[in-house]
């Protein structure tokens, strides 16, 4: 069977502060490969040094929101297609109420 095709993303120096905080505040490892779009032993490689040696955690209010990055995506998008209705149908003010609803909804803290 073929491997499937490379993503193409990889971690930057500046990420690893922010994967030592998502590891600190006890996300899953899943979840935090998941945000970087990459595989967990990408994230084994920075959590036990051997990629960017030993790194500080970065504080928590540069963490993205805890909680899978999938279901967040999927709500969202949900959202998003709610506001952009709400803009064909010229009701600017449901749009901009939808809007503020799907970036307080991104930005909560899951699981």
Not at 52 to 58: E, H, K, L, T
Not at 70 to 78: E, F, Q, W
Request: no cysteine.
């Amino acid at each position: 069977m073929a491997r499937a095709k490379a993503s193409g993303y990889t971690l930057k120096a500046s990420d690893a502060p922010v994967i030592m905080g998502m590891v600190a505040r006890d996300d899953r490892d899943h979840d935090i490969a998941a945000w970087f779009g990459v595989n967990q032993g990408r994230i084994a490689e920075v959590k036990d040094g051997s990629k960017f040696g030993i790194v500080a955690a970065a504080s928590a209010s540069q963490l993205p929101p805890k909680g899978p990055p999938g279901i967040k995506g999927r709500r969202l998008r949900a959202l998003v297609e709610e506001a952009h209705k709400a803009l064909l149908a010229g009701d600017v003010a449901k749009a901009q109420a939808v809007i503020a609803k799907a970036r307080a909804t991104y930005d909560k803290n899951d699981i």
